[in-house]
């Protein structure tokens, strides 16, 4: 039985529990389902009010005997920087170990030197598994695995088994894990209200599966996880007890006939609020498989039809259902302009009825993005790189910034300002200002600032093997030479799109003044287009408008 009282029960329920940035989405690309045998991640940060900096954190070397303090770094921060807000510590220490790797961190770990890439979910999972009294939260894990690990399946271990002797005090939750071999999906919990230090009994159930090799995998807010082969030790990885404590707690009947499902018997997850997110990602990576995958009960991951290139996975997170049932460029909720994002609140009431918009996967609050590539065939200084995109995914320019670089450009976090602070010197502010501007004609503006990512994005994209095989020429000779060349290239690049973005929004702004649409030096009217004015006329008092 659990150590623990009944006032430790009532206390652990009533006490709020903030769940990660719960919107998030992220995407697995295993080498064997991508165009140049990369492994990917990507994750958007679909919260609203959190850190949007990202930083370089440098490999460093202890003392025998130290310890690390385990900090505090909430996910929501009232729209401050990480530095500004966060980072004291909680009282909690664990023993450090001789070498931490380097890495890039966002709100979350991202990339390490040894080409060890994250992203993140939020999957909630059951209230009744929360715990307060554990040490860490994900964001604590995900840079615990940053700075200790090796390959993907190590972090895996480090989390797992820290969690498992220290605690975890989070809401359930996902990270995406690439090395340059093998993608594997990490789901952790709490331990139940009962945990306290020193007991006997696990500090967190977790579970990982790895990702088959030519497929992809998504997480979206809900375990996707689903039977367990617990003699499968190469493909599975797991604390002990999950299965007797779901029994015990009455989740799961053994004698029911019914194989125990992590996601279902666990998690107590659901297809209404995420799996449609999961579909689709899916169905744009495996179109033949469309007619066949169920909402409500999709597979953990898919075959690819069609190997899939760095642009192909950010055009998914750059998806608003376009060309489905589910469509949010046709309605009149998208207005004239046939705008598809939709503002917070997701969920709202009408006349004492519930609704929702659908649900993205871009999100407009979203704070940034990520596409990782760690690859076999380089050197890890080399081969660690991730594509990082300011604001919502669908109007962003990925920048590339790679794992070795010995800083990052000022303006992705000590001049980056925060939603508190304003600031022009911000690649963050530049991006978020066209694409919210985007907003007020999005058929015309959207497709102006798509032609400006591709000159940007796409130029990176397209010189990236130039960029690397330069690189490669200088490490043969000089591998800090080669590291500074990437620090310079990225950085200058970080900052000529800034400032490329900047000018855009000039532009935008003299362009559709006054809502006319000013080019080839005319200035035009712009009508509203007929089908949504049907609409309105249907749905409004037609005779106000006779004339």
């Known amino acids: 039985m659990r150590k623990g009282t009944l006032l430790a029960l009532v206390v652990a329920f ?77 009282g909690n220490q664990i023993p450090q170990v001789p070498h931490t790797y380097g890495y890039i961190k966002a709100l979350f770990g991202v990339i390490n030197e040894k080409q060890v890439a994250i992203g993140e979910t939020t999957i909630s999972g059951r209230r009744e598994s929360r715990n307060a009294n554990g040490f860490f939260d994900i964001t604590n894990l995900s840079i615990l695995a940053m700075e200790r690990a090796a390959t993907a399946r190590e972090a895996v271990k480090v989390m797992g088994e820290l969690a498992e002797k220290y605690g975890y005090k989070d809401g359930g939750e996902e990270l995406s894990i690439a090395d340059p071999y093998e993608c594997w999906v990490f789901e952790i919990v709490g331990p139940g209200p009962l945990w306290d230090q020193g007991s006997d009994e696990p500090g967190a159930f977790w ?67 995420s799996y449609r997110r999961v579909w689709r990602v899916f169905t744009l990576a495996a179109p033949s498989l469309a007619d066949t995958l169920d909402e409500a009960d999709l597979p953990f991951s898919v075959p ?96 590339p910034l790679y794992a070795s670089m010995t800083e990052l450009s000022p303006a992705l976090n000590t001049e980056a300002g925060s939603h508190q602070k304003f600031t022009r010197t911000s690649y963050w502010w530049a991006i978020c200002a066209v694409s919210t501007y985007a907003d007020l004609k999005w058929s015309y503006m959207s497709k102006d600032v798509q032609e400006w990512i591709d000159k940007y994005e796409g130029h ?64 035009n009217s712009v009508s509203y287009p007929e089908e949504w004015l049907r609409r309105v006329i249907e749905l409004d008092e037609p005779d106000h408008y006779k004339m």
């Open 14 to 90: 009533v006490l709020v529990f903030t769940s990660g940035t719960f919107a998030c989405t992220s995407i697995l690309v295993t080498p064997g389902a991508s165009v140049d045998g990369s492994a990917s991640v990507t994750h958007t940060c679909d919260s609203g009010n959190s850190p949007f900096e990202i930083v370089k954190v440098p490999a460093m070397d202890w003392e025998p005997g130290s310890m690390v303090d385990v900090l505090n770094l909430p996910q929501y921060t009232m729209g401050n920087q990480m530095h500004e807000y966060a980072g004291n510590p909680t």
């Open 207 to 273: 579970v990982a599966q790895r990702v088959p090799d030519g497929h992809v995998s998504a997480s979206a807010n809900n375990a996707v996880i689903r039977e367990i082969d617990w003699d499968d030790h190469e493909n599975f990885m797991y604390s002990p007890g999950i299965l007797e404590y779901a029994i015990e707690q009455g989740w799961y009947d053994p004698n029911s006939g019914e194989e125990f499902s992590w996601r279902k018997h666990f998690c107590a997850a659901n297809s209404v609020t």
């Open 304 to 399: 690819v039809d069609k190997k899939m290139s760095i642009n192909d996975i950010n055009a998914i997170q750059r998806d608003h259902y376009e060309g489905t049932e589910f469509d949010g460029t046709h309605s009149l909720t998208a207005g004239p302009w046939n705008n598809p994002r939709r503002y917070r609140g997701l969920n709202f009431s009408v006349d004492g009825e519930r609704y929702s918009w659908q649900r993205m996967i871009a999100q407009v609050q979203c704070e940034y993005s990520i596409c990782t590539q760690s690859r076999a065939w380089l050197p890890d200084e080399i081969g660690a790189v991730v594509w990082y995109g300011a604001a919502n995914p669908d109007l962003t320019c990925y920048v």
């Open 460 to 523: 990176a994209i397209r010189t990236q093997p130039a960029i690397e095989a330069a690189a490669l020429k200088l490490y043969e000779t000089d591998p800090e030479l080669a590291i500074e060349f990437l620090t310079n290239y990225c950085n200058r690049n970080v900052e000529t799109v800034r400032d490329a973005w900047w000018e855009l929004l000039d532009y935008l702004i003299w362009k559709y003044n006054m809502g006319f649409v000013t080019e080839n030096g005319r200035v």
